[in-house]
Every structure is written in structure tokens, then in C-alpha cells.
């Protein structure tokens, strides 16, 4: 005799909407979320923010003291420095970018507004960092 229960699959629920897998897709997409936001919005923080104070510093100060020796091999080690800093920078912002835009969903549209904040923010960092190398790069053979 067959049992009325036996062609009833089970389920397991892991919340009150959602199964395992579905729960384990959402903590997937927090943690892109969470890290696409360190990604793009750390360079800008820590790394853009400081540099721009740097140069202005050091822009007013060229006119004042003349670099030889010592002084101009840190410059060019700050030169290799930047460069390195540039490419890194330009390396986590397209992963940011990334990871953000994988995370869009329409069931949690405050994470979306902000992952849209955010990716814009990147993109103009990214704009921002081309043109100024693309003037350098042009003004650098004129």
C-alpha cells in the first residue's frame, strides 16, 4: 500500500521565504556588494584625495627650491611609485565596477541606487585619471 505522503517532495526552507540556494545566492550577492564598494570607493579615499593635496603642495613649492642630487632621485622614485599607485588604481575601480553591476537587483533597490552611485562615482574616476594622463601624454611631446 502506498502512503498518501510518499510523492510530497520536501524542501528545505532556511527562512520563511526562501529555500537554501536562494539564501546562499543572496549572501553571494552581499558580499560582491561589499566588496565592489571597497574596491571603488577606497583609491578615492585614500589614495586620490591625499595625492591631489600632495601635488598641490609640491606645485607651489618647485618655484621656490631647485632638486638635484638626492632630490631628484626621489623624484624618480615617486615617479615609479605613482605609476604603480595609477595602474592599481585603475585595476580595483574596473573590478569595483564589476562587482557592483553584478549585484543590481530589482527586489533591493536602496543597494541598487547605491551600487549605481558608486559606479558612477568609479566611472568618472576612471574618466577623470584618463584625461589627465591623456594631457600629460600630449602636453608631456609638445
Known amino acids: 500500500m502506498k502512503s498518501p505522503f510518499s510523492s510530497i517532495k520536501a524542501v528545505v526552507v532556511h527562512s520563511v521565504f526562501t529555500t537554501v540556494e ?7 550577492q552581499k558580499k560582491r556588494f561589499r ?9 578615492l579615499i585614500f589614495f586620490i584625495v591625499p595625492t591631489a593635496i600632495g601635488v ?15 632630490g631628484a632621485i626621489a623624484g624618480g622614485a615617486s615617479e615609479v611609485a605613482a605609476t604603480f599607485g595609477l ?12 562587482m557592483l553591476v553584478r549585484t543590481f537587483a530589482r527586489n533591493h533597490p536602496i543597494r541598487t541606487v547605491v551600487a549605481i552611485v558608486s559606479v558612477v562615482c568609479s566611472g568618472l574616476l576612471l574618466l577623470v585619471l584618463g584625461l589627465l594622463l591623456w594631457f600629460a601624454i600630449v602636453h608631456h611631446w609638445q
Do not use: D
Open 22 to 28: 536562494e539564501n546562499l545566492e543572496i549572501t553571494q
Open 35 to 43: 566588496y565592489g564598494l571597497l574596491l571603488a570607493w577606497v583609491p
Open 87 to 98: 595602474v592599481v588604481i585603475v585595476a580595483s575601480e574596473v573590478v569595483g565596477i564589476v
Open 56 to 70: 598641490i603642495r609640491a606645485i607651489a613649492q618647485v618655484s621656490n627650491e631647485k632638486a638635484t642630487g638626492l
